[in-house]
């Protein structure tokens, strides 16, 4: 039988066991499942299977895993690596609506949740209660944790409080086959066992596809203050970034964007930034009133000793809201300005950063494309936007981020900070991992998913593991 009518078959399976409505077939309908927000080209599903509770997910890995169907998970389809494309056909598996917050436990600081919750929609339930879920990726009003959790997302706090992983303690999960599975743990502690929740973490749904979720949560800061360092160079605003944190400073958020980044912005109007800035620093500072004050003084100093020539504190909490409105739709802005557009998220040590914007900005102009790059500066990470408007260079782009892979890791940093390799990044894995890692984590997928079904071509490459 051919793969698209065994796909159909098992899907028509699945809807027996969970009802009809829940599996969709109509060309229409599930071509709105084929892509997401990365480059990568979308695939068409044969079916997609919108699970509305757990025992829907173990029906569905089940039926697939029976009929040798390859099934790839999904969150909101947001993603940058083209992780939730279903690149092998078969079946989608969305779980946007296995959705409910289950409880936020305020005496020991966790919530437990499941995966197709909005991101937004936590940090507002868990700060009504006076708590608070650091992970902020831009995306935050439209990404779902269960995606979140799948890439190890990041975001802008990430500096101060970390990425995803470290508010993961445990989750439930069910592998390919149906086999329910608990990891982890619902207290602070605990070393049982290999960490197969950090294994989890970051898995890009080729290990198991999570249903719920229990999630660290902190005391919710009881200030945030913002402010706007403006830079005439981008290797400058770099520069302020190290400058900041050999201070001693840990900023809640340290964002550079550069002129191509600021040029977007102004196009959209949003954010009045001063026509004198070239590139910018978000900066923002949180914790107890008094030394927020004091700790943003103190970057403020550090970003005038590298050259700021200006620093605007945001006085108003409408001018904090605009900015960071700005900034999070940034990348659908810098899209709007051209035709194409192909978004890197490579990390380098903090210090390499002017460097690496430096050095960005030469590959690009080597190929005849625009360059923007802005991100999580504090952490390293940027995200590297090569921009063009004419067709005839795409062979240039594809050489153009073969370069900037290359000096990623030749600079010692890695491919991806948050957006995961997925499809997108999977060609350049051996630039940074030896065979024998790569194998030996083709070897960890084969346990969990030994007939390669399971978001098959991701992270390994399409000859990888599970292709099929
Ligand atoms: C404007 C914009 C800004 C962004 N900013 C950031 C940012 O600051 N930081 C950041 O880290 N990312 C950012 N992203 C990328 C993206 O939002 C994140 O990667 C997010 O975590 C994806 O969540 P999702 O629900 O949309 O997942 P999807 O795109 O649906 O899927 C992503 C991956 O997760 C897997 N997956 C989804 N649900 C499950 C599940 N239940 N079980 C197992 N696997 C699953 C999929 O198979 C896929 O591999 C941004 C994206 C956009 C468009």
Known sequence: MLRRERALVAAAEIGRRIGPSRVLTDEELVASYAGDESEVPPVIPAAVVRAETSDDVVATLEVASQHEVPVTPRGAGTGKSGGAIPDHGGLVLATQRIARLKQIDRANRIAIVEPGMITGELHAAVEAEGLFYPPDPNSLESCALGGNVAENAGGPRAFKYGVTREYVLGLEAVLMGGQRLSVGRRTVKGVTGYDLTALFVGSEGTLAVFTELWLRLVPRPPRTATALALFSDAAAAGRAVAAIVAAGLTPSVLELLDE????????????????????????????????????????????????????????????????????RELSRSLKAAHLHKIAEDIVVPRTAVPEMIARTREIGRAHGLVVATYGHAGDGNLHSNFLWDDPSLSPEVERAVEELMRLAVEMGGTLSGEHGIGLQKAPFLAYEQSPQLIDLQRQVKAVFDPKGLLNPGKIFGRSGHGAC
């Open 260 to 327: 191509e980044s600021l040029a977007a912005i102004r196009a959209r109007g949003a954010v009045p930034v001063p026509a004198r800035a070239t590139a910018l620093l978000l900066i923002e500072v949180d914790g107890e009133a008094e030394l927020v004050e004091l700790e943003l003084e103190r970057a403020a100093e550090a970003c005038e000793a590298a050259g700021a020539v200006e620093v605007l504190v945001a006085q108003e909490a409408s001018q904090r809201r605009a900015l960071w409105a700005a900034r």
